[in-house]
């Protein structure tokens, strides 16, 4: 069968496959100074966020991205106060975030200003905290941030970021990741997107490598479903500064998820038997 | 952007969304007494099989799916002898169970004999263990075979079956469910693929409560990526005849896989959030 114009269809770069999703409209669309932003209104995924044409977030399945960014993190540290998020402009990390009662700060800083104001409009259950008096919200480079940062300023860094290409490619890289280890206080953990176990192995195998050249103790991978994203399998990878990345606080969960819990936290660091070969 | 005819495009089906392969040409065409059977060569996916249009297996990443549907099963078991696996007719779960040492006897039960011999013909590793001397080929109805089956026949039973709707309905049933168990000697062990947890939670809630009213004393769901199928995330279920779930052979892999191994069987046991509430 071919997809008539009501789907949008998003071709997953070099990998010979593409996701598409029914669309009863479009509602906005935009070119800010950075990037081109739509949002749609699908048929069964809710309102669908691109940015230049790839999916960044959708209403039924953005739980688990944002869940996975967040939760093993901030409870792999034994006590996060202070948490920067590079990007994740949409603001669905962050809400997730500030459900850490332990929360002090929680800086986000992202490129684009534009996404969050229409994340804002179109997303407004992952904007629910964006007034809460601990948020704060920078339009700044988030490398260039980091690079600025006073050594030991953060507990956890998450970097909620687009793509390994463009601006965010440097969001990858050993320089930015010894910037980020700067930054964070002793026990701190970053954590990073990684992109798809089953496309990327290279990208998770490099992640590794230059997180352990820029002096991290420990690196490991989570993996979760991600039904919109390419392969619909994804990956955070992170990094423990001083500390092990096994042992998270398994009793101190006490806000609601829907997918991240004490089980699904040990789970996602298992290693497929392809990946532990790498 | 509109995908042209060089893609091959599979509607989920109520789902509003579609996953697309891009192809390089179809390679073989028939109907048979029972469906459609396609093979096309796909870019970037290897050789991919279509049965009534929709994707049953491609090279790329059909080692996920065929190690999930028989490693933790038979890795359960205490020492599985004799196994049955009703569908899979590519063959693919027959050639992970003959991997195993301890099986004596690999029997599989397919409805439609053209799979078997098209599987045969476009995906010869799938097919690498038909001929060993353990392996059983039968042609005719899964449903009626378990049905006649003498109790206490099978160690483990392998429902590597289509979509819940047709022919294979029947496999989801209690009744069938039912016969499993008479079918099956103590410490018995019954899987079945059991649809997307993102896309059939109702199923997957429908599947446990079968099994346990047929009378099975344990049931839990497997949960694994799997980017060709609905959702890009998949699930089998298992149910124990008189044993425990949660224990298996951690010790006896010792044959090559390249998804499956005890920290990856572990982890696919636990439980989303928003399944340990369903």
């Known amino acids: 069968m071919t997809l ?14 593409a996701i598409s999703l029914k669309i009863k409209n479009k509602v906005h669309d935009e070119r800010s100074a950075y990037q081109r932003i739509e ?35 901030l409870f792999t540290h034994p006590d996060p106060k202070r948490v920067l ?9 962050l809400n997730e975030v500030l459900k850490h009662p332990g929360v002090e700060l929680a800086e986000q800083v992202e490129l684009d200003e534009r996404v969050t104001r229409v994340a804002e409009q179109f997303f407004p259950e992952l904007c629910a905290s964006n007034n809460d008096p601990r948020a704060r919200l920078r339009f700044a480079d988030g490398i260039q941030w980091v690079a600025d940062a006073k050594p030991g300023s953060y507990d956890v860094i998450i970097v909620d970021s687009t793509d390994p290409v463009g601006p965010a490619a440097g969001l990858f890289s050993e320089t930015f990741y010894q910037n980020c280890l700067r930054a964070l206080a002793p026990r701190g953990v970053v954590v990073g997107q990684s992109e798809s176990p089953l496309f990327h192995p290279d990208l998770i195998r490099s992640m590794h490598r230059a997180l ?67």
Chains 1, 2 share one sequence.
Not at 85 to 93: A, L, P
Request: aromatic share 14%; net charge negative.
């Open 4 to 17: 008539d114009k009501s789907w949008y269809t998003e071709e997953w770069a070099g990998q010979g496959s």
């Open 85 to 93: 998020v590079i990007g994740g402009g949409d603001c669905g990390t």
């Open 39 to 73: 949002i749609y209104e699908t048929e069964t995924f809710g309102t669908l966020m691109t940015l230049d044409g790839l999916v960044m977030v959708t209403d039924r399945d953005n739980f688990i991205y944002h869940e996975m960014m967040s939760h093993p993190a």
């Open 212 to 278: 352990r050249a820029a002096g991290f103790r420990e690196v490991a991978t989570l993996n979760f479903p991600q039904c919109t994203y390419p392969s619909g399998w994804w990956s955070a990878t992170m990094a423990a500064r001083d500390t092990a990345l096994s042992k998270f606080r398994q009793a101190d969960k006490r806000f609601p998820t829907r997918y991240y819990n004490q089980e699904i936290h040990a789970a996602a660091l298992a290693r497929p038997e392809f990946m532990r070969q790498l």
